[in-house]
């Protein structure tokens, strides 16, 4: 081990482009990492690291291997990028980048061991042997690798009970082994270990981020308030930071907060594409995914249409490196017409997209044709809807997903509802309503587009079961607190079932957050009102 450890605490400011020729100081926040690295590869080392911390692989990377060059010989420089190629949120891994960003600093594991200064560096180093399953000509498959990180994470943070960024990280490496979805028992261990370190230290990005993601769903999110009101001041820097407090926002309804978040982030974002000459980023498309949400939540339709079509020009930017831009051209015509209920704007605007079918994977496919079938159902275009659920149901094919299958069944259900069958509808639909409310609780936007019990609500009510359509509205609401089209449903299946209280308090809570909403859509509010009036007084 070559050199004695040194401890470096940082505060980071920087300059992030906002314009052509203006910089603006910006943080990434603050920790202490001891390390032996020289003292002028501590800066970068220490920006990545933060970096690292927010999400932020790219520029963390970059960063890293500017200590490098700095210092060739810093093993914590290598651990660092080895660490950006390891998404555990995302569940996405790039084993061989890892292994040659290790191999840079020495050819095998036992050698790169050796280059560490400290048996702390060591161990930091020996974690992602097990992550990365280095020496192994048949490694773990990576599910596997995954929980035996969190076993050799666990075992580094024990050793050194101090070291706050080994707390953070393990903490992480927890909620990377939630391979078959959300649980909480995994994600609360993960928010039990990262309130401490955040106690310990308000200004750590990993401490507020890890714990926005702990608690991250409608249960648990006002929890995340605390972590969420500070993580995008501590991080400003970080497009990522500034729209992870949505997460919180969104899961409790809070509209106008997460579009805020998502403006900042999508600015962000676009100042780092420009000032580089790229295309967006994936951070961005997403920032531009959940603004649109929360417009459409909020009422503005027109300005959702018109984020819409702003990522339409970035998605068809010849420049555009991230595979969230072929999301984006499939899944957002469909998001904005469910909301919207302009179901004759579809075509055209999957149209405008460009979206090249015979190029989608299963899950762009069966959406796509399943946007277009709803639409068409929607307008009883029944023939052309039975021709986009064939397409549907071929490319859905032996897929396992069950949010494909239960848009396929959405599809069958309304069909069969628009041509009269109503019990082989309400199957389809009850079905598919068992699929999505047997998933982990989503977070974000919904996918699919149309929540299950949304639709088998709006079924229920226009068969003239309104009791039975309240549950299913109250049923979408607990898994989308605030969620427009099912409160609308909600305050009219409750007029009608007699329960004047409950369509009270869903209209008030939609007058609430459409106060800026379009003209046209405070008007529908107004004949909610009247009609939930006539409903009740027809109901008794």
């Given at each position: 081990?070559r050199?004695?450890a040194r401890?470096?605490?940082?505060?980071?400011?920087?300059?992030?482009?906002?314009?052509?020729?203006?910089?603006?100081?910006?943080e990434y926040?603050?920790?202490?990492?001891?390390?032996?690295?020289?003292?002028?590869?501590?800066?970068?080392?220490?920006?990545?690291?933060?970096m690292?911390?927010?999400?932020?692989?790219?520029?963390?990377?970059?960063?890293?291997?500017?200590?490098?060059?700095?210092d060739?010989?810093?093993?914590m420089?290598?651990?660092?990028?080895?660490?950006?190629?390891?998404?555990?949120?995302?569940?996405?891994?790039?084993?061989?980048?890892?292994?040659?960003?290790?191999?840079?600093?020495?050819p095998?594991?036992?050698?790169?061991?050796?280059?560490?200064?400290?048996?702390?560096?060591?161990?930091?180093?020996?974690?992602?042997?097990?992550?990365?399953?280095?020496?192994?000509?048949?490694?773990?498959?990576?599910e596997?690798?995954?929980d035996a990180?969190?076993?050799?994470m666990?075992?580094?943070?024990a050793?050194?009970?101090?070291?706050?960024?080994a707390?953070?990280?393990?903490?992480?490496?927890?909620?990377?082994?939630?391979h078959?979805?959300?649980?909480?028992?995994?994600?609360?261990?993960?928010?039990?270990?990262?309130?401490?370190?955040?106690?310990?230290?308000?200004?750590?990005?990993?401490?507020?981020?890890?714990?926005?993601?702990?608690?991250?769903?409608p249960?648990h999110?006002?929890?995340?308030?605390?972590?969420?009101?500070?993580?995008?001041?501590?991080?400003?820097?970080?497009?990522?930071?500034?729209?992870?407090?949505s997460?919180?926002?969104?899961?409790?309804?809070?509209?106008?907060?997460?579009?805020?978040?998502?403006?900042d982030s999508?600015?962000?974002?676009?100042?780092?594409s420009?000032?580089?000459?790229?295309?967006?980023?994936?951070?961005?498309?997403?920032?531009l995914?959940?603004?649109?949400?929360a417009r459409?939540?909020?009422g503005r339709?027109?300005d959702?249409?018109?984020?819409?079509d702003?990522?339409?020009?970035?998605?068809?930017?010849?420049?555009?490196?991230?595979?969230?831009?072929?999301?984006?051209?499939?899944?957002?015509?469909?998001?904005?017409?469910?909301?919207?209920?302009?179901?004759?704007?579809?075509?055209?605007?999957?149209?405008?997209?460009?979206?090249d079918?015979?190029?989608?994977?299963?899950?762009?496919?069966?959406?796509?044709?399943?946007?277009r079938?709803?639409?068409?159902?929607q307008?009883?275009?029944?023939?052309?809807?039975?021709?986009?659920?064939?397409?549907?149901q071929?490319?859905?094919?032996?897929d396992?997903?069950?949010?494909?299958r239960?848009?396929?069944l959405?599809?069958?259900?309304?069909?069969?509802l628009k041509?009269?069958?109503?019990e082989?509808?309400?199957s389809?639909?009850?079905?598919?309503?068992?699929?999505?409310t047997?998933?982990?609780?989503?977070?974000?936007?919904?996918?699919?587009?149309?929540?299950a019990?949304?639709?088998?609500?709006?079924?229920?009510?226009?068969?003239?079961?309104?009791?039975?359509?309240?549950?299913?509205f109250?049923?979408?609401?607990?898994r989308?607190?605030?969620?427009?089209?099912?409160l609308?449903?909600?305050?009219r299946?409750?007029?009608?079932a007699?329960?004047?209280?409950?369509?009270?308090?869903a209209?008030?809570a939609?007058?609430?957050?459409?106060?800026?909403?379009?003209?046209?859509?405070?008007?529908q509010?107004?004949?909610?009102?009247?009609?939930?009036?006539?409903?009740?007084?027809?109901?008794?």
């Amino acid at each position: 081990m070559r050199r004695l450890a040194r401890s470096a605490a940082l505060f980071l400011a920087f300059g992030l482009l906002a314009g052509p020729a203006l910089a603006q100081p910006a943080e990434y926040g603050t920790t202490e990492f001891a390390n032996s690295g020289a003292e002028a590869a501590q800066e970068p080392f220490l920006r990545g690291l933060l970096m690292l911390h927010s999400f932020e692989y790219d520029d963390a990377r970059a960063a890293f291997q500017e200590a490098q060059a700095i210092d060739p010989d810093f093993a914590m420089a290598h651990w660092g990028e080895a660490m950006t190629h390891n998404h555990p949120i995302w569940m996405e891994q790039d084993r061989k980048a890892a292994l040659q960003a290790l191999r840079d600093l020495a050819p095998t594991p036992d050698a790169q061991l050796d280059a560490a200064a400290t048996e702390r560096e060591a161990a930091y180093l020996r974690t992602l042997h097990v992550l990365y399953g280095a020496g192994n000509e048949a490694p773990m498959d990576k599910e596997a690798r995954d929980d035996a990180y969190e076993d050799a994470m666990a075992d580094l943070a024990a050793q050194y009970p101090d070291d706050l960024d080994a707390q953070a990280f393990h903490a992480l490496s927890i909620l990377g082994t939630a391979h078959e979805g959300r649980d909480f028992a995994t994600y609360m261990r993960a928010a039990s270990i990262v309130e401490e370190v955040f106690d310990a230290n308000p200004q750590h990005p990993g401490a507020a981020h890890y714990l926005i993601h702990a608690y991250d769903d409608p249960v648990h999110a006002p929890l995340g308030l605390r972590p969420a009101r500070v993580y995008a001041d501590i991080a400003p820097a970080a497009p990522h930071a500034l729209h992870m407090p949505s997460h919180i926002f969104f899961a409790l309804g809070q509209w106008a907060r997460g579009a805020s978040s998502n403006v900042d982030s999508y600015r962000a974002a676009k100042n780092k594409s420009t000032a580089a000459d790229e295309g967006l980023s994936g951070g961005g498309f997403h920032a531009l995914h959940w603004l649109h949400y929360a417009r459409l939540q909020q009422g503005r339709h027109a300005d959702a249409r018109a984020i819409l079509d702003t990522t339409r020009t970035h998605a068809t930017d010849s420049r555009v490196q991230t595979g969230y831009a072929d999301y984006m051209r499939w899944y957002m015509p469909v998001a904005y017409v469910v909301e919207t209920e302009h179901w004759d704007r579809y075509d055209a605007l999957a149209e405008a997209m460009a979206v090249d079918a015979a190029a989608l994977d299963a899950r762009g496919a069966v959406t796509l044709h399943a946007g277009r079938g709803l639409a068409a159902a929607q307008q009883g275009t029944l023939s052309a809807a039975r021709s986009a659920l064939e397409k549907a149901q071929s490319a859905l094919g032996e897929d396992p997903s069950e949010a494909l299958r239960i848009q396929v069944l959405e599809l069958e259900g309304l069909i069969a509802l628009k041509a009269g069958d109503d019990e082989q509808a309400l199957s389809h639909l009850k079905e598919a309503t068992a699929l999505e409310t047997d998933r982990p609780l989503n977070f974000g936007p919904p996918f699919p587009a149309k929540p299950a019990p949304e639709l088998y609500g709006e079924a229920l009510l226009a068969l003239d079961r309104p009791a039975d359509a309240l549950t299913q509205f109250e049923t979408t609401l607990e898994r989308y607190p605030a969620r427009a089209r099912s409160l609308w449903g909600k305050a009219r299946a409750a007029a009608r079932a007699d329960r004047p209280e409950a369509a009270q308090a869903a209209r008030s809570a939609l007058a609430s957050q459409w106060q800026g909403a379009d003209a046209s859509v405070r008007r529908q509010l107004q004949s909610l009102a009247g009609s939930a009036e006539a409903e009740t007084a027809q109901s008794r």
